[in-house]
């Protein structure tokens, strides 16, 4: 590491103090578990406490080694064109990222850094041939001002050769754009994602005590689980302890959670254990994302996304709101890009599209069920399909009602989705190309699935079953510049 | 193939080079191989009492119809479906044979170009070009070009996305 590639460029040490924090949360040495359980394994537990108190003892010792020769041997530099990471216990890695690839940085103060007053900082680069794993560096433990230095530095682009060590002059001021209100957390129990953690939470603690040797788990006898009275009331009280589980989650990832604008980035702040700072920068947000469940559109609550170009893991990463009524996210995404007005309905013929499809599964599943009730006895089975079939007609409604599509001046907007509905808006210039897709059954009902192809989020945006006449017009209001207009017949 | 109606857009003016009917011809060979290997070892060797004694006749006559289909009438479908243009403006490709799809991506956000031959395509004298953008999904892919064809389209194209290029994302 004695090399100088150029003055101010001399290699950083993350803190010492970081060591402790890897080697209380085992972060090197879990890798070595899988290796010290079938060792445990032949060894056997049989023996008592002291076999106990000598795994654990070796265990950390092993994780405080881990943990300190990772930290001898990385090392950082941010020099005046680029970022350059080494680390590598054997092998060394050396990865350099030039800062005008960078797209964003995250600052996170996970609990145990934040007792040690050390943070964690990841920079984004441009999203490229590199894996997703591949997409950040990340500098893990260095004091808080150390990590503030490092993300103003990174994000002010100086040019090349501007002196090392001075302090950005002054933050430019900030403009609170949204505050997460506290009364919100109250949606969480109808979101997905907030329920699933609870859910998986349960699941996970039912395996380990599976796992456990049976002399360890106590015989406790409790009631028959067969009593019909028994299930009921487990039903009754998991819903709340679900819901309530929900809105803890909620609450710990987006306490506190406020978006300001700081000169040219947008910056967002939130988590109670684990506080999170991100930041994106305006000039390369094409767009967002209203994203509305099956639950949240019960409540009108919404969540909005920002579409950042070049940026991996955009739904981590670009969240604006996280959860929030209709109006306020509607009223957010409408300062980054345009609201292009109202969105067209689509042709009936998509929603006869959708009526079939819905109708088509469950009629199958009633005569695949009316076989096994013939076949095996399964009453149960035709009912199921029954009930399936009379479910498709509001869902394939409500799947019919979340398309539309609309161009306007500056933007460009469109909408599907039924479980996860979600509505796209970007600005025209976000367009990257075009795609225009037709089944031989669209092509009969005279439709056609368009998409905006787009250097953000998941990459395209489709129109589904729009009217295929419309199709040329729509393309070409919405993209920047005449090259749209290939896809109308030849003029001459 | 002529413009009907129900299409949502034109087609592409530029149709494909004919060796590319052999190549797709020698794919559905391969692959009604490779079936036909699957399902020879099944009517073989699983005995004649087995599971679904269904499979034993309809195995071999799907293979039989996918055969016929692979060799005998996809190669001519997707040589009447895909074209593809390069205009001032935008390259545009037509492909697929039931479904189909236009992709339609402008020079000035073009990324990258690249042209491959596999080991097929060279037998034939072919190659692709793919025009990369920012988009994962805005590939332009032009299939099953004469190898020269391919190289001077990816040039000019490469060129003139270095002169117009905007922001390219």
Same mark, same amino acid.
């Given at each position: 590491?004695?090399?100088?590639?150029?003055?101010?460029?001399?290699?950083?040490?993350?803190?010492?103090?970081?060591?402790?924090?890897?080697?209380?949360?085992?972060?090197?040495?879990?890798?070595?578990?899988?290796?010290?359980?079938?060792?445990?394994?032949?060894?056997?537990?049989?023996?008592?406490?002291?076999?106990?108190?000598?795994?654990?003892?070796?265990?950390?010792?092993?994780?405080?080694?881990?943990?300190?020769?990772?930290?001898?041997?990385?090392?950082?530099?941010?020099?005046?064109?680029?970022?350059?990471?080494?680390?590598?216990?054997?092998?060394?890695?050396?990865?350099?990222?030039?800062?005008?690839?960078?797209?964003?940085?995250?600052?996170?103060?996970?609990?145990?850094?934040?007792?040690?007053?050390?943070?964690?900082?990841?920079?984004?680069?441009?999203?490229?041939?590199?894996?997703?794993?591949?997409?950040?560096?990340?500098?893990?433990?260095?004091?808080?001002?150390?990590?503030?230095?490092?993300?103003?530095?990174?994000?002010?682009?100086?040019?090349?050769?501007?002196?090392?060590?001075?302090?950005?002059?002054?933050?430019?001021?900030?403009?609170?754009?949204?505050?997460?209100?506290?009364?919100?957390?109250?949606?969480?129990?109808?979101?997905?994602?907030?329920?699933?953690?609870?859910?998986?939470?349960?699941?996970?603690?039912?395996?380990?005590?599976?796992?456990?040797?049976?002399?360890?788990?106590?015989?406790?006898?409790?009631?028959?689980?067969?009593?019909?009275?028994?299930?009921?009331?487990?039903?009754?009280?998991?819903?709340?302890?679900?819901?309530?589980?929900?809105?803890?989650?909620?609450?710990?990832?987006?306490?506190?959670?406020?978006?300001?604008?700081?000169?040219?980035?947008?910056?967002?702040?939130?988590?109670?254990?684990?506080?999170?700072?991100?930041?994106?920068?305006?000039?390369?947000?094409?767009?967002?994302?209203?994203?509305?469940?099956?639950?949240?559109?019960?409540?009108?609550?919404?969540?909005?996304?920002?579409?950042?170009?070049?940026?991996?893991?955009?739904?981590?990463?670009?969240?604006?709101?996280?959860?929030?009524?209709?109006?306020?996210?509607?009223?957010?995404?409408?300062?980054?890009?345009?609201?292009?007005?109202?969105?067209?309905?689509?042709?009936?013929?998509?929603?006869?599209?959708?009526?079939?499809?819905?109708?088509?599964?469950?009629?199958?599943?009633?005569?695949?069920?009316?076989?096994?009730?013939?076949?095996?006895?399964?009453?149960?089975?035709?009912?199921?399909?029954?009930?399936?079939?009379?479910?498709?007609?509001?869902?394939?409604?409500?799947?019919?009602?979340?398309?539309?599509?609309?161009?306007?001046?500056?933007?460009?907007?469109?909408?599907?989705?039924?479980?996860?509905?979600?509505?796209?808006?970007?600005?025209?210039?976000?367009?990257?190309?075009?795609?225009?897709?037709?089944?031989?059954?669209?092509?009969?009902?005279?439709?056609?699935?368009?998409?905006?192809?787009?250097?953000?989020?998941?990459?395209?945006?489709?129109?589904?079953?729009?009217?295929?006449?419309?199709?040329?017009?729509?393309?070409?209001?919405?993209?920047?510049?005449?090259?749209?207009?290939?896809?109308?017949?030849?003029?001459? | 193939?002529?413009?009907?109606?129900?299409?949502?857009?034109?087609?592409?003016?530029?149709?494909?080079?004919?060796?590319?009917?052999?190549?797709?011809?020698?794919?559905?060979?391969?692959?009604?191989?490779?079936?036909?290997?699957?399902?020879?070892?099944?009517?073989?060797?699983?005995?004649?009492?087995?599971?679904?004694?269904?499979?034993?006749?309809?195995?071999?006559?799907? *293979? %039989?119809?996918? &055969? =016929?289909?692979?060799?005998?009438?996809?190669?001519? +479908? $997707?040589?009447?479906?895909?074209?593809?243009? @390069?205009?001032?403006?935008?390259?545009?490709?037509?492909?697929?044979?039931?479904?189909?799809?236009?992709?339609?991506?402008?020079?000035?956000?073009?990324?990258?170009?690249?042209?491959?031959?596999?080991?097929?395509?060279?037998?034939?004298? *072919? %190659?692709?070009? &793919? =025009?990369?953008?920012?988009?994962?999904?805005?590939? +332009? $892919?032009?299939?099953?070009?004469?190898?020269? @064809?391919?190289?001077?389209?990816?040039?000019?194209?490469?060129?003139?996305?270095?002169?117009?290029?905007?922001?390219?994302?």
């Amino acid at each position: 590491m004695g090399e100088v590639t150029a003055p101010g460029t001399q290699p950083r040490r993350t803190s010492p103090r970081v060591v402790l924090v890897h080697t209380a949360t085992f972060r090197q040495a879990r890798q070595l578990v899988p290796l010290l359980i079938p060792i445990a394994a032949v060894t056997g537990f049989d023996d008592g406490l002291a076999t106990v108190v000598v795994l654990a003892v070796a265990v950390t010792a092993l994780s405080l080694a881990a943990a300190a020769l990772s930290w001898w041997r990385f090392g950082y530099a941010d020099g005046p064109t680029a970022v350059v990471v080494t680390r590598g216990l054997l092998a060394r890695s050396v990865r350099t990222v030039p800062n005008d690839r960078i797209r964003g940085v995250e600052v996170e103060v996970p609990p145990m850094h934040r007792l040690l007053g050390l943070v964690r900082v990841r920079v984004d680069a441009a999203a490229g041939s590199v894996g997703t794993n591949e997409e950040e560096l990340v500098v893990d433990g260095v004091p808080r001002a150390e990590g503030d230095r490092l993300r103003a530095r990174l994000l002010a682009r100086r040019p090349a050769g501007a002196p090392e060590g001075e302090r950005t002059a002054e933050e430019p001021a900030e403009e609170e754009i949204a505050r997460f209100d506290n009364r919100w957390l109250l949606y969480a129990p109808l979101v997905g994602s907030y329920l699933v953690v609870p859910v998986a939470a349960v699941g996970t603690l039912f395996r380990l005590v599976e796992e456990l040797p049976d002399a360890i788990v106590p015989d406790v006898p409790g009631p028959d689980p067969a009593d019909p009275r028994v299930l009921v009331a487990a039903l009754v009280a998991a819903v709340p302890l679900l819901a309530l589980a929900a809105v803890v989650g909620a609450a710990v990832v987006n306490w506190r959670y406020r978006l300001v604008r700081r000169g040219g980035s947008l910056v967002a702040v939130r988590g109670l254990l684990t506080r999170r700072h991100t930041e994106l920068e305006v000039d390369r947000i094409r767009g967002g994302t209203l994203s509305e469940g099956l639950g949240m559109r019960w409540v009108r609550a919404t969540r909005v996304n920002a579409l950042v170009t070049g940026l991996g893991q955009a739904n981590r990463r670009g969240q604006l709101l996280p959860l929030g009524p209709r109006t306020e996210a509607v009223a957010l995404l409408a300062r980054l890009v345009e609201d292009p007005g109202p969105l067209t309905a689509h042709p009936p013929a998509a929603l006869r599209r959708r009526l079939v499809r819905a109708l088509g599964t469950g009629l199958a599943v009633t005569a695949l069920g009316a076989w096994a009730a013939a076949a095996l006895g399964w009453w149960w089975a035709p009912v199921a399909g029954a009930v399936l079939t009379v479910l498709g007609v509001p869902m394939g409604i409500g799947r019919y009602r979340a398309l539309g599509h609309m161009a306007g001046p500056r933007s460009l907007s469109v909408r599907s989705g039924w479980l996860v509905r979600e509505q796209a808006v970007l600005q025209r210039r976000a367009v990257v190309g075009w795609e225009v897709r037709q089944s031989p059954l669209q092509r009969r009902a005279g439709l056609a699935t368009v998409v905006a192809c787009v250097g953000a989020g998941s990459g395209g945006y489709a129109a589904v079953d729009m009217a295929a006449a419309d199709v040329p017009g729509f393309t070409a209001a919405a993209s920047s510049g005449t090259w749209a207009a290939t896809l109308s017949a030849r003029a001459g | 193939m002529t413009a009907d109606a129900a299409a949502p857009v034109r087609d592409p003016a530029w149709s494909l080079s004919r060796s590319a009917i052999g190549l797709w011809v020698t794919e559905g060979v391969f692959g009604t191989l490779l079936y036909g290997v699957l399902v020879a070892a099944f009517v073989l060797f699983v005995p004649a009492g087995g599971p679904v004694p269904v499979l034993r006749w309809l195995l071999p006559a799907l *293979l %039989a119809v996918y &055969a =016929v289909v692979a060799i005998g009438v996809r190669p001519w +479908v $997707r040589y009447r479906v895909h074209r593809w243009e @390069v205009t001032e403006e935008a390259a545009y490709t037509l492909t697929g044979w039931l479904t189909r799809t236009w992709t339609l991506v402008p020079i000035s956000r073009i990324q990258t170009v690249d042209v491959t031959r596999g080991v097929l395509q060279q037998l034939f004298g *072919l %190659a692709t070009v &793919a =025009v990369l953008t920012a988009s994962s999904q805005g590939t +332009v $892919r032009v299939l099953h070009l004469e190898a020269d @064809v391919a190289h001077r389209v990816a040039d000019d194209l490469a060129r003139r996305a270095e002169l117009v290029r905007d922001e390219a994302t």
